[in-house]
């Protein structure tokens, strides 16, 4: 089953932008700003999709870095960063466990993950 062509007021409304902002980018006229298009573009590329498609043009990718153990806090955090990430199909969300929060050890994982 395809889904119906999004209305421009529909993708103006999950967009978070002005129908006249959506009508500027998807008739690719100037005056929006470059983030503000690839934002447009990706919530009218998600609302076109038919049920079972993968494409994600706009997909950011989130890496968490948390310290490891069992503190109940974080363990929470962790969980909740899970279940938002299920419900955005827009992002890509990985959580990395830290065995310490040294600062050498939380320095060399964010330099691996450039």
């Keep these: ?5 999004p209305k421009v007021d529909e993708i103006a409304r999950m967009a978070g932008v002005s129908k006249a902002t959506v009508d500027r980018v998807l008739n690719n ?7 503000t298009r690839a934002h447009v573009m990706a919530i009218a590329a998600s609302l076109a ?9 706009g997909k ?3 890496d968490f ?7 109940p806090f974080i363990a929470d955090l962790a969980l909740h960063l899970e279940r938002q990430a299920a419900v955005r199909p827009d992002v890509d ?5 830290l065995n310490g929060i040294e600062p050498e050890e939380i320095a060399e994982k964010l330099t691996s993950l450039r």
Aim: aromatic letters at 0%; a positive charge.
């Design 49 to 57: 999709e038919t049920p079972g498609e993968v494409s994600n043009p």
């Design 60 to 62: 950011i990718g989130l």
């Design 93 to 97: 969300v990985i959580i990395h466990r």
């Design 29 to 35: 006229r100037p005056g929006v700003q470059e983030h």
């Design 65 to 71: 870095i948390l310290p490891g153990g069992t503190n």
């Design 1 to 5: 089953m395809v889904k119906s062509r």
